[in-house]
C-alpha cells in the first residue's frame, strides 16, 4: 500500500503543484498591475490612498445675495458661478490664507456695515478686492477696498504724501458704505450697487440706458464686471460652508486679532522712526499697525487730528495671542471646524 501511495504521489505530483505555481504567479502579476484608482504607490514599500479628489463642486439650489434672490435657473448665471466656485475651491492656499486673515480683520468690517446699514454680505467683497493685501492695481486702485485717489478723495479719504487712508481699514470702509449707499438709491438693487464699485457708476449709467434694465444678471458687460458678483458669491459660499468645500481647520490656526490702543495725534511728528520706539515698539511694528502712513514723517494740518495704534498685551508671543483669542471666543467665519 505504502508502494502504491508513493507512486501516486510522483505520478500525480505535478497535477497539484503546476496549479499552484500558476495561480501564484497569476496573484504576483495581478498585484502588481491591477491597483485602485484611489490608491498612489510612494517609493518602493508603501501604498496609501489618495486624500484629495477633484470632484464638481456642489452648486446649491437656491443662494442670495445682499437678501437678492440670485437666478441660477438661467444657464450662463450657474455655470459663471460654478466657474468661480470651482476655481476659488480648489485654489486652497488663497482661500486657506484668507480664511486666516478674515479671523482678524472680520470683527473689525461686520459691526461698521452693520451701523451704516449695508448688508454682511458686502464683507466678502474685500476678498475679492484685495485678500486684505495692500497691493496696487495697474489702473492705480490700492488699499483694502482698492479705493482709485479719486474715487478715494471723493467719499472723504485723505491721500497725499505723508497719509493715504485708502490703506485704514475702519475708514476705508465708512467710504465704501457711502459709495454703496449711494449707489442703492441710484439703481435700486444692491447686486448693482456691489458690481458699479468694480465699473464704475457711469459705466452702469450707459447700461441701464442702452438694455434698458437695471436688472444685473440681464446686463451684457465686460468680462471682469460680468464675473465680480459671482466671485463674491464663491466666496460667500466657501466661508458660509467651509466643510462642505473641502477646508478644515482649528480656532488656533486662524491669524488673532492683535489688540491695541490709540495715541492721539495733534502735532506733527517729525521722525516716525523715533515716535515708535518712545512708544515702546520698532518702526516695522508702527507701519504693520498703520499701513496708512505713507512717510517716515507725519506732517499735522491745522485742526485735524489722527489716531496711531500701538498694539498692547502679549503682541510679542504668537502662542499667547493665540491664547487669548481662544479665551474670547472670537468670531470665526464658517460653520463647523476640526476638531482636537
Given at each position: 500500500?505504502?508502494?502504491i501511495s508513493k507512486i501516486?504521489?510522483?505520478?500525480?505530483?505535478?497535477?497539484?503543484?503546476?496549479?499552484?505555481?500558476?495561480?501564484?504567479?497569476?496573484?504576483?502579476?495581478?498585484?502588481?498591475?491591477?491597483?485602485?484608482?484611489?490608491?498612489?504607490?510612494?517609493?518602493?514599500?508603501?501604498?496609501?490612498?489618495?486624500?484629495?479628489?477633484?470632484?464638481?463642486?456642489?452648486?446649491?439650489?437656491?443662494?442670495?445675495?445682499?437678501?437678492?434672490?440670485?437666478?441660477?435657473?438661467?444657464?450662463?448665471?450657474?455655470?459663471?458661478?460654478?466657474?468661480?466656485?470651482?476655481?476659488?475651491?480648489?485654489?486652497?492656499?488663497?482661500?486657506?490664507?484668507?480664511?486666516?486673515?478674515?479671523?482678524?480683520?472680520?470683527?473689525?468690517?461686520?459691526?461698521?456695515?452693520?451701523?451704516?446699514?449695508?448688508?454682511?454680505?458686502?464683507?466678502?467683497?474685500?476678498?475679492?478686492?484685495?485678500?486684505?493685501?495692500?497691493?496696487?492695481?495697474?489702473?492705480?486702485?490700492?488699499g483694502y477696498w482698492q479705493?482709485?485717489?479719486?474715487?478715494?478723495?471723493?467719499?472723504?479719504?485723505?491721500?497725499?504724501?505723508?497719509?493715504?487712508?485708502?490703506?485704514?481699514?475702519?475708514?476705508?470702509?465708512?467710504?465704501?458704505?457711502?459709495?454703496?449707499?449711494?449707489?442703492?438709491?441710484?439703481?435700486?438693487?444692491?447686486?448693482?450697487?456691489?458690481?458699479?464699485?468694480?465699473?464704475?457708476?457711469?459705466?452702469?449709467?450707459?447700461?441701464?440706458?442702452?438694455?434698458?434694465?437695471?436688472?444685473?444678471?440681464?446686463?451684457?458687460?465686460?468680462?471682469?464686471?460680468?464675473?465680480?458678483?459671482?466671485?463674491?458669491?464663491?466666496?460667500?459660499?466657501?466661508?458660509?460652508?467651509?466643510?462642505?468645500?473641502?477646508?478644515?481647520?482649528?480656532?488656533?490656526?486662524?491669524?488673532?486679532?492683535?489688540?491695541?490702543?490709540?495715541?492721539?495725534?495733534?502735532?506733527?511728528?517729525?521722525?516716525?522712526?523715533?515716535?515708535?520706539?518712545?512708544?515702546?515698539?520698532?518702526?516695522?511694528?508702527?507701519?504693520?499697525?498703520?499701513?496708512?502712513?505713507s512717510d517716515t514723517c507725519?506732517?499735522?494740518?491745522?485742526?485735524?487730528?489722527?489716531?496711531?495704534?500701538?498694539?498692547?498685551?502679549?503682541?510679542?508671543?504668537?502662542?499667547?495671542?493665540?491664547?487669548?483669542?481662544?479665551?474670547?471666543?472670537?468670531?470665526?467665519?464658517?460653520?463647523?471646524?476640526?476638531?482636537?
Open positions: 500500500m505504502n508502494k501516486f504521489r510522483k505520478k500525480n505530483l505535478k497535477w497539484f503543484v503546476a496549479p499552484g505555481l500558476i495561480l501564484s504567479i497569476g496573484i504576483i502579476i495581478f498585484a502588481y498591475t491591477e491597483k485602485p484608482e484611489s490608491e498612489d504607490i510612494i517609493g518602493d514599500d508603501f501604498v496609501i490612498k489618495a486624500e484629495m479628489k477633484a470632484v464638481p463642486v456642489p452648486i446649491p439650489k437656491k443662494l442670495s445675495f445682499a437678501g437678492e434672490e440670485v437666478p441660477l435657473n438661467l444657464f450662463y448665471v450657474r455655470e459663471g458661478l460654478d466657474r468661480e466656485l470651482t476655481l476659488n475651491t480648489y485654489w486652497h492656499s488663497q482661500s486657506l490664507l484668507l480664511f486666516k486673515r478674515a479671523n482678524r480683520y472680520f470683527p473689525v468690517i461686520e459691526p461698521i456695515l452693520k451701523r451704516n446699514n449695508i448688508p454682511e454680505d458686502f464683507k466678502y467683497m474685500i476678498l475679492v478686492e484685495s485678500g486684505f493685501l495692500h497691493n496696487t492695481s495697474s489702473a492705480g486702485a490700492a479705493f482709485l485717489k479719486s474715487t478715494a478723495q471723493e467719499y472723504g479719504l485723505e491721500v497725499n504724501q505723508y497719509v493715504d487712508e485708502r490703506y485704514h481699514l475702519e475708514k476705508s470702509t465708512e467710504a465704501l458704505c457711502e459709495f454703496l449707499r449711494k449707489s442703492y438709491q441710484r439703481y435700486g438693487t444692491w447686486t448693482v450697487a456691489a458690481a458699479s464699485f468694480n465699473g464704475g457708476m457711469g459705466r452702469f449709467d450707459r447700461i441701464v440706458q442702452s438694455q434698458k434694465t437695471s436688472n444685473y444678471y440681464e446686463m451684457y458687460m465686460n468680462q471682469e464686471t460680468s464675473r465680480y458678483i459671482f466671485r463674491i458669491l464663491a466666496f460667500k459660499l466657501i466661508f458660509e460652508h467651509p466643510e462642505r468645500y473641502g477646508y478644515y481647520f482649528k480656532k488656533e490656526q486662524l491669524y488673532p486679532p492683535i489688540r491695541s490702543k490709540e495715541v492721539i495725534v495733534k502735532e506733527n511728528i517729525p521722525n516716525l522712526v523715533d515716535f515708535a520706539k518712545k512708544q515702546g515698539i520698532n518702526y516695522r511694528i508702527l507701519r504693520e499697525m498703520n499701513p496708512w502712513l507725519l506732517m499735522v494740518p491745522p485742526n485735524k487730528t489722527y489716531r496711531i495704534k500701538i498694539p498692547t498685551g502679549n503682541y510679542n508671543s504668537y502662542d499667547e495671542m493665540i491664547r487669548e483669542e481662544l479665551k474670547k471666543e472670537a468670531s470665526i467665519p464658517g460653520e463647523s471646524y476640526e476638531k482636537d
